[in-house]
């Protein structure tokens, strides 16, 4: 041990060495001092610099979930205590290309709009307050962030503004198609297959009056991954068994419990027809139970071959082939938060791959 203790001496008795040690711990003892800053810290403002539609009055629903996001209840933040350190502002950088901009905007965290701002209208611009499932405090981490309400700022509309010349033109007509692609271009072929076969679905559901909503399009194994996850944390192990077969779906929750990604890599990959880019999954809150019955017939008189859920806890009859249904006693459409009854009900459809648009 005396030996031990002589090396470092040693060590740090050289000039440079003991220089490099002290700047060292000073460095580590500023990042825990930056972090301890976040410790007790559970709500955070944010800017909104990243939104579905191209125009700046552009508005999205609430999320209820992370397997209900999609590019209209989701936006990318800037937030105000923590990336002013180590991102530049895409509203204020100068003379820099649309495409520059974009890929500094998509540098940024995405926030999903959590039920408490149910009903908000977000703009580009907006100061907003989010929370996070685990803050900054926590190491560091960033994780679960989530839009709770919109603040009132006199400055929002300028930034917003300000945004919108940055981008440009040809910036505000990419930037739509790189959000709903989760900040990728999808060169996935069956790409047409999909939007021909939504288009086709949105104009028939929408010609009866009903409301029609895509909330999950073409997915990475990743993706996929946390769709999984989702499904056993929110409405729990039953859930998963019930989408993903007996055998399968138990093979998912052990691997979920035991923490094994690689695991539940395997098991995902192939579980959906959304991998393939060949199925869709379409809002049902908002739809009556007898209405739930004429868009099923209606999916299917397209070609589609629709499968209702949760398949556990929602509806009298749930999954493939159903014909009748309604929610189950006492439930309310959406549920009433994670795992309740019909939380993050939803119609998947799995898209022909011979599909040919109406």
Same mark, same amino acid.
């Given at each position: 041990?005396?030996?031990?203790?002589?090396?470092?001496?040693?060590?740090?008795?050289?000039?440079?060495?003991?220089?490099?040690?002290?700047?060292?711990?000073?460095?580590?003892?500023?990042?825990?001092?930056?972090?301890?800053?976040?410790?007790?810290?559970?709500?955070?403002?944010?800017?909104?610099?990243?939104?579905?539609?191209?125009?700046?009055?552009?508005?999205?629903?609430?999320?209820?979930?992370?397997?209900?996001?999609?590019?209209?209840?989701?936006?990318?933040?800037?937030?105000?205590?923590?990336?002013?350190?180590?991102?530049?502002?895409?509203?204020?950088?100068?003379?820099?290309?649309?495409?520059?901009?974009?890929?500094?905007?998509?540098?940024?965290?995405?926030?999903?709009?959590?039920?408490?701002?149910?009903?908000?209208?977000?703009?580009?611009?907006?100061?907003?307050?989010?929370?996070?499932?685990?803050?900054?405090?926590?190491?560091?981490?960033?994780?679960?962030? !989530?839009? *709770?309400?919109?603040? /009132? =700022?006199? %400055?929002?509309? $300028?930034?917003?503004?300000?945004?919108?010349?940055? &981008? @440009?033109?040809?910036?505000?007509?990419?930037?739509?198609?790189?959000?709903?692609?989760?900040?990728?271009?999808?060169?996935?072929?069956?790409?047409?297959?999909?939007?021909?076969?939504?288009?086709?679905?949105?104009?028939?559901?929408?010609?009866?009056?009903?409301?029609?909503?895509?909330?999950?399009?073409?997915?990475?194994?990743?993706?996929?991954?946390?769709?999984?996850?989702?499904?056993?944390?929110?409405?729990?192990?039953?859930?998963?068994?019930?989408?993903?077969?007996?055998?399968?779906?138990?093979?998912?929750? !052990?691997? *979920?419990?035991?923490? /094994? =990604?690689? %695991?539940?890599? $395997?098991?995902?990959?192939?579980?959906?027809?959304? &991998? @393939?880019?060949?199925?869709?999954?379409?809002?049902?809150?908002?739809?009556?139970?007898?209405?739930?019955?004429?868009?099923?017939?209606?999916?299917?008189?397209?070609?589609?071959?629709?499968?209702?859920?949760?398949?556990?806890?929602?509806?009298?009859?749930?999954?493939?082939?159903?014909?009748?249904?309604?929610?189950?006693?006492?439930?309310?459409?959406?549920?009433?938060?994670?795992?309740?009854?019909?939380?993050?009900?939803?119609?998947?459809?799995?898209?022909?791959?011979?599909?040919?648009?109406?």
């Amino acid at each position: 041990m005396a030996k031990t203790y002589d090396r470092i001496s040693t060590f740090l008795g050289k000039p440079k060495t003991r220089n490099k040690h002290r700047n060292d711990q000073n460095v580590e003892t500023q990042i825990k001092k930056e972090i301890n800053k976040f410790a007790e810290k559970t709500e955070f403002r944010a800017r909104v610099i990243g939104i579905p539609r191209i125009d700046e009055k552009s508005s999205f629903s609430s999320a209820t979930s992370g397997n209900d996001l999609s590019i209209e209840n989701a936006a990318y933040v800037r937030t105000m205590d923590i990336d002013e350190y180590f991102l530049p502002d895409p509203a204020k950088v100068k003379n820099k290309s649309s495409k520059v901009i974009i890929d500094i905007i998509l540098a940024h965290p995405v926030a999903v709009v959590a039920p408490e701002a149910e009903g908000t209208t977000i703009k580009l611009g907006d100061l907003v307050l989010c929370t996070f499932d685990n803050n900054p405090g926590n190491k560091g981490l960033q994780r679960g962030m !989530k839009i *709770i309400k919109v603040l /009132n =700022d006199p %400055e929002s509309e $300028k930034y917003g503004r300000d945004l919108i010349k940055n &981008l @440009g033109a040809d910036g505000f007509g990419a930037l739509p198609a790189l959000f709903e692609n989760g900040g990728f271009t999808s060169n996935n072929p069956s790409s047409k297959l999909v939007d021909n076969f939504e288009r086709d679905l949105k104009k028939a559901i929408e010609a009866l009056g009903l409301p029609f909503h895509v909330t999950d399009r073409t997915r990475t194994v990743d993706q996929q991954m946390e769709r999984i996850r989702n499904k056993y944390y929110k409405n729990g192990p039953g859930e998963v068994t019930a989408t993903y077969g007996k055998n399968k779906g138990a093979k998912m929750n !052990k691997a *979920i419990e035991d923490g /094994n =990604d690689s %695991e539940l890599r $395997k098991l995902a990959s192939g579980s959906s027809g959304h &991998l @393939g880019g060949a199925a869709i999954d379409i809002r049902s809150k908002k739809y009556t139970n007898e209405q739930i019955t004429t868009v099923l017939e209606v999916i299917r008189s397209l070609g589609g071959n629709p499968l209702l859920e949760n398949m556990k806890g929602c509806w009298t009859n749930a999954g493939r082939n159903v014909t009748t249904t309604e929610r189950i006693q006492g439930a309310k459409a959406g549920g009433n938060g994670s795992k309740t009854p019909c939380h993050n009900e939803h119609i998947h459809i799995d898209i022909p791959s011979d599909y040919k648009s109406q």
